[in-house]
């Protein structure tokens, strides 16, 4: 029997992906909120966690809600290469999209319980897109804060640095975005799941 943990932050769809997978015989599935997934991950050991890699809590991915010896299986959408960056630098080994035929699920979570990677062939473009990110690490640091409504000052104090050097993260990420300024390359950001 295969143990999996889902994890999604909406109950209509933790219920509705639960029952598509109740009816595998050979699948064993338990659903979560991202906050309770980590002490059922404890308790439940699964093979293989499925997680919605676009819902408000995968902002926690990178401190996965399973330990090491579960296979981590992100459910995605096409054009969002930020969201599936994270994914990969959280070890993902399997990517579904969430357009895909219903049954891809349960073939991609036996695939990942013998120790095989799967990657869906639409998702595939934007996996590569993915490794080649235009902004650094720092860069995405000031970007998220000014997403959040943060100013150049208050960047600036909370990044400990000077606001010079703010400005000039932001004149890059505009530039790298193609945006027109930081409302856009914050908009172009988010559209591409990099913030």
Request: hydrophobic residues 45%; charged residues 25%.
């Amino acid at each position: 029997m295969i143990r999996v943990l889902l994890v999604h932050d909406t109950e209509l769809m933790r219920s509705a992906l639960t029952a598509l997978l109740d009816r595998e015989e050979d699948i064993d599935v338990v659903a979560e909120s991202w906050e309770s997934a980590p002490d059922r991950a404890r308790a439940q050991r699964p093979h293989v966690c499925v997680v919605d890699v676009d819902c408000p809590g995968a902002s926690r991915l990178p401190s996965r809600p399973v330990d090491r010896d579960c296979a981590l299986l992100v459910l995605a959408t096409t054009a969002r290469p930020g969201s599936l960056r994270r994914a990969a630098e959280a070890r993902a080994l399997g990517f579904v999209d969430k357009d895909a035929q219903p049954s891809q699920l349960p073939r991609a979570i036996r695939l990942m319980a013998t120790g095989r990677r799967y990657v869906d062939g639409t998702l595939a473009l934007d996996l590569l897109r993915a490794a080649t990110a235009p902004l650094t690490p720092r860069e995405l640091g000031v970007l998220s804060l000014a997403a959040k409504g943060a100013s150049a000052p208050e960047i600036a104090r909370s990044l400990r640095l000077s606001i010079g050097t703010v400005r000039n993260y932001m004149c890059a990420i505009t530039r790298k975005t193609g945006a027109r300024n930081r409302i856009d390359a914050i908009r172009i950001s988010r559209d591409a799941g990099w913030v």
